[in-house]
């Protein structure tokens, strides 16, 4: 009888775990695609802006910066979650 539990218990553990992953995947995905965002609109401000060109382009590569390890980040809980590779083979 505790075996059953502890299996049950252990795959509603796993099964939160996977959706878990999977909304911090697709966290982390629109956080990129809201940095990508803001970072063509600095852009579009700095050939507005010609005085403050040089910070506002600078804004923008930071925000890609952030959008690019935001979009790593989706992938590394996309790819392989509990160590499980994303084809479901083991090693």
């Known amino acids: ?3 059953r539990i502890d299996d049950e ?3 509603r553990a796993w099964s939160t775990a996977l959706n878990l992953r999977q909304r911090l ?6 956080i990129a695609e809201t940095e990508d965002w803001v970072a063509d609109t ?3 401000m700095a050939r507005a802006r010609p005085r403050d060109a040089e910070r ?10 952030f959008a690019a ?18 084809d479901g083979k083991g090693a």
Not at 25 to 30: G, I, L, N, Q, V
Request: without cysteine; positive net charge.
């Open 69 to 86: 390890r935001e979009r790593a980040q989706a992938a590394i809980y996309r790819a392989s979650p509990g160590g499980v590779p994303a």
């Open 1 to 3: 009888m505790t075996d």
């Open 56 to 65: 506002l382009r600078a804004r923008a590569a930071h925000a890609r910066r």
């Open 9 to 11: 218990s252990r795959a």
């Open 25 to 30: 995947a697709a966290t982390a995905a629109s």
């Open 42 to 44: 600095l852009d579009r």
